[in-house]
């Protein structure tokens, strides 16, 4: 049982949270078209992308295995940056990163706008750790939304179904509930 929080500095991805990015992703040798951008933006291993992976790109399983947890890396990064000192359980730590690494980390830090701190960072540097952990679920979109039904919460929405059932399973890891 959880007691404390640790302090963000001291945190890093935990092997289950690791386990998930990389369960969640899915393993593929070889580079596929982005499921929401297409094929400007190419996809290998556990959902690697960069200047390096182009269409017809190969990255062999353990050379995937060393680039997610260096993507990973990256986005703890960011979020370390962002979120400033604030102290978290690493299940919520987890979460934040699992969620940074598919959507990027600027989308979990700032808002729409990019005029400030997104909800997330706002409710964690408040204290409102459960309001930081619900906020991952207004993350629901893979792309433009014209119309209620482009949002993948929405029950009509037959495209993304997939990443809303992550956001549910990252909300349920980040408030320490079983993830489905």
């Known amino acids: 049982m959880e007691t404390y929080r640790i302090a963000i500095a001291a945190l890093a991805l935990s092997a289950t949270g690791l386990v998930y990015i990389a369960q969640r992703e899915g393993y593929s040798e070889q580079a596929y078209p982005d499921p929401v951008h297409g094929a400007k933006v190419a996809t290998a291993g556990f959902g690697t992308t960069g200047a390096d992976i182009k269409m017809g790109s190969t990255l062999p399983p353990v050379r995937a295995l060393v680039r997610l947890r260096a993507d990973a890396s990256e986005k703890e990064l960011a979020l370390k940056r962002c979120m400033g000192e604030v102290a978290l359980f690493p299940r919520e730590w987890d979460a934040f990163v699992g969620l940074a690494y598919n959507t990027g980390s600027t989308p979990v830090c700032l808002n729409n706008e990019r005029s400030g701190p997104s909800t997330i960072v706002r409710r964690l540097q408040a204290g409102d750790h459960k309001g930081a952990c619900e906020a991952i679920l207004l993350y629901d979109r893979a792309?433009?939304?014209?119309?209620?039904?482009?949002?993948?919460?929405?029950?009509?929405?037959?495209?993304?179904?997939g990443v809303w059932t992550d956001r549910l399973r990252l909300h349920a890891m980040c408030l320490g509930e079983p993830v489905q």
């Open 143 to 161: 792309g433009p939304v014209n119309k209620p039904q482009d949002r993948c919460s929405h029950p009509d929405n037959r495209t993304c179904r």
